[in-house]
């Protein structure tokens, strides 16, 4: 019986609180409590398996049963100490809160807590797993766990510790053991490796290491399976990648390779080499996904260690991975990961496992190279800079056809001098019967029309020629405006259908140029150019202006003035208006957007009001009844 194997992660279990490994703040402060003789009444351990949570129980048991205890370092020889390491305490009972989980369970420790220690100073209950007792069994453990005899202490192990009961956590002393380091688990394998004379090179300790996922215990049964595997060699990583089903490193590069390089046919090959080795759908996405995300960090972080500490990869593999992460930026690679992702959510549901794994590594390998992420990036970029200027971007791919609303041809918008201006009114007063005087300019173009236009895009070049043509101290030519030009900004301004931006720039522009090729606006605050350039405000004036003469392409320069410059254009503003008030009779167009000194603000906003009413609710006799209906329903009238 003596010559009966023993498996390595119980031959090596801690034995005292010095072989604990990396635990050392629980061994701290267990060590310090037997000290101070401050040993609480109940306990509870809490984490991942592997972690010593089990092992910290019998060694505290140890120290506070042994002859010479309550110690922190039992002799190992008493009785008491030869029970608990053979597993075989009389004082020491451990239970398994999975197959003990009733409440018959909970009232037969109840029943024989009376009763003394034999051996030892305390009766210890080691509990294992005891967020799988019932509810009933919580319950009827309560009152004794909060009030134990003097004798007994109650350790609780667990895995979940959410699972366990509020009013239990409160009762206990609760330490929660962390997952092990990579780097403690790799020293105390090379420990064991050596006693045990297993030859095993360090990167399979790494590897075994890695596997681990911080549990000890874990570790040590994969050395030991390993160390049986062939005693006539090394043991290297590719007998650890074997044993654990995991691709190799060399399989997973090429693979990737092909993907990169948008070889979709290769990369199925790859993939039937292998599948052919015996690993199944779901394991290849995994190690596909782990190796992605090994390429994301070495892109991500610049410095060599901090690679290897996370990639946990060694230097030769790291540099032959480096240039791959380079060719793909981390869009990319989070792209893959991702599609990976739901790939295999929808493996996990189909019969046909395979068929998926060939359809997922085809679309990455069309895709992947093919979308140019970092452009579509820069596109993105520059549309959004585009629009806050105010302009809306064009791409070159195809547009839909766009129909021009009809207008009627006028010859020349630009704005004349008084000696022209008689001389044009006196041809026109003698060639032209009274009744025709007052044409419409425009004819109003149809709702489907107008969408268009809104939609109509202009190319991100425009946009940079446009931001780059306002300076803040440009000298400013400002041209004289004819009472002609002052006519078109009224009837501009009138034709703005969004009365926020009819008011914006009715109040705070002062008209520059407009003719029938050239709008130009100037405004004395910084802040008002960037709000002009908003598409809420920009994009109703580019509206009026294709009503008004046809050209959905007119470029509108806004630019910023000094206050003397708006001072002087309110002078020549007022003079002509003057000029134009006592030569000839007042305009059929009325400007209902400048607010009158005599006027209140209450009068002023009702008459924008009443003006907005009478725009948005005319609709003309040319119109088609769709159209109409379209304009009726925007005008509220079909909304509740």
């Given at each position: ?6 498996p ?6 801690p ?48 120290s506070?049963?042994?002859i ?35 409440v ?13 220690p ?7 209950y ?5 967020h ?6 919580f ?22 510790a959410?699972?366990?009961l509020e009013t ?10 962390k997952?092990?380091?990579i780097e403690?688990?790799?020293k ?8 045990e ?7 399979a ?36 990648e ?6 190799s ?15 979709p ?17 779901l ?19 610049n410095?060599k ?22 060719t ?10 991702d ?8 493996i ?34 520059v549309?959004?800079?585009a629009?806050?200027n ?50 419409t ?9 107008i969408?268009?236009e ?5 190319s991100?070049?425009d ?39 009819r ?12 003719t029938?090729?050239?709008?130009a606006?100037?405004?004395t605050?910084?802040?008002f150019?960037?709000?002009?350039k908003?598409p ?7 509206l ?12 509108i ?5 000094s ?30 957007d ?31 009844d ?9 005008n509220?009238?079909?909304?509740d």
């Amino acid at each position: 019986m003596s010559n009966r194997y023993i498996p390595l992660y119980r031959k090596y279990r801690p034995q005292t609180f010095n072989d604990l490994i990396g635990q050392e703040n629980i061994t701290q402060a267990l060590s310090n409590a037997i000290k101070l003789n401050k040993v609480a009444h109940a306990y509870l351990f809490c984490g991942p398996r592997g972690t010593g949570k089990t092992s910290s129980a019998r060694i505290l048991a140890k120290s506070l049963n042994c002859i010479n205890g309550p110690t922190t370092e039992p002799c190992g020889k008493c009785p008491s100490c030869i029970d608990i390491t053979n597993s075989t305490p009389v004082d020491v009972i451990e239970i398994d809160a999975a197959s003990n989980r009733s409440v018959e369970d909970a009232q037969n420790i109840l029943e024989k807590i009376q009763y003394v220690p034999i051996h030892g100073k305390y009766k210890i209950y080691i509990i294992d797993e005891v967020h799988m007792l019932s509810t009933t069994a919580f319950n009827a453990l309560l009152k004794t766990l909060e009030e134990p005899p003097e004798n007994v202490i109650f350790i609780l192990a667990t895995t979940e510790a959410h699972k366990v009961l509020e009013t239990i956590i409160s009762r206990c002393q609760r330490f929660d053991f962390k997952r092990i380091t990579i780097e403690d688990i790799i020293k105390r394998l090379e420990y064991i490796a050596k006693k045990e004379e297993i030859n095993i090179s360090k990167e399979a300790l790494s590897s075994i290491a890695k596997s681990a996922q911080g549990g000890m215990r874990d570790a040590l049964a994969l050395l030991d399976q390993l160390s049986i595997l062939d005693t006539q060699k090394q043991i290297d990583v590719e007998d650890v990648e074997n044993l654990l089903g995991k691709i190799s490193a060399n399989a997973l590069f090429e693979l990737t390779e092909k993907i990169i390089s948008n070889k979709p046919q290769d990369a199925v090959l790859e993939i039937n080499k292998i599948y052919s080795k015996g690993n199944e759908p779901l394991q290849i996405l995994s190690n596909l996904i782990e190796y992605f995300r090994n390429l994301l960090i070495i892109k991500t972080c610049n410095d060599k260690e901090s690679v290897l500490m996370l990639t946990q990869l060694n230097e030769d593999l790291l540099t032959k991975l480096t240039p791959q992460a380079q060719t793909l930026d981390t869009i990319a690679i989070n792209y893959v990961i991702d599609k990976l992702a739901v790939y295999m959510r929808e493996i996990k549901n189909t019969p046909d496992r395979y068929l998926w794994l060939e359809i997922c590594i085809i679309e990455l390998s069309n895709k992947l190279s093919n979308t140019g992420f970092s452009n579509l990036v820069e596109r993105i970029e520059v549309l959004e800079k585009a629009i806050n200027n105010g302009i809306q971007p064009q791409f070159n791919s195809a547009q839909r056809p766009s129909v021009k609303p009809a207008i009627s041809q006028a010859s020349d918008f630009s704005p004349l001098s008084s000696s022209e201006k008689d001389n044009t009114k006196k041809q026109s007063n003698n060639s032209e019967p009274q009744e025709n005087k007052q044409q419409t300019i425009t004819k109003k173009s149809d709702p489907e029309i107008i969408i268009k236009e809104e939609t109509h895009i202009i190319s991100p070049t425009d946009a940079v020629i446009a931001e780059e043509s306002i300076h803040p101290h440009q000298t400013i030519q400002l041209e004289q405006s004819s009472e002609n030009g002052l006519e078109l900004w009224e009837t501009l301004l009138s034709k703005v259908a969004s009365l926020p931006s009819r008011m914006f720039f009715a109040n705070l522009s002062y008209p520059l140029t407009i003719t029938k090729d050239k709008v130009a606006i100037g405004f004395t605050k910084e802040a008002f150019v960037k709000q002009s350039k908003e598409p809420g405000r920009i994009t109703p004036l580019k509206l009026a202006l294709t009503e008004l003469f046809g050209n959905s392409d007119m470029p509108i320069d806004i630019k910023l003035i000094s206050e003397q410059e708006a001072e002087t254009l309110k002078a020549e503003t007022k003079k002509k208006s003057n000029i134009s008030s006592t030569s000839k009779p007042q305009s059929t167009i009325k400007n209902n957007d400048i607010k009158n000194e005599n006027e209140s603000d209450i009068e002023y906003y009702e008459k924008q009001l009443n003006h907005k009413n009478e725009l948005e609710t005319k609709i003309p006799e040319h119109h088609s009844d769709q159209a109409k209906m379209i304009l009726e329903l925007f005008n509220g009238k079909y909304m509740d």
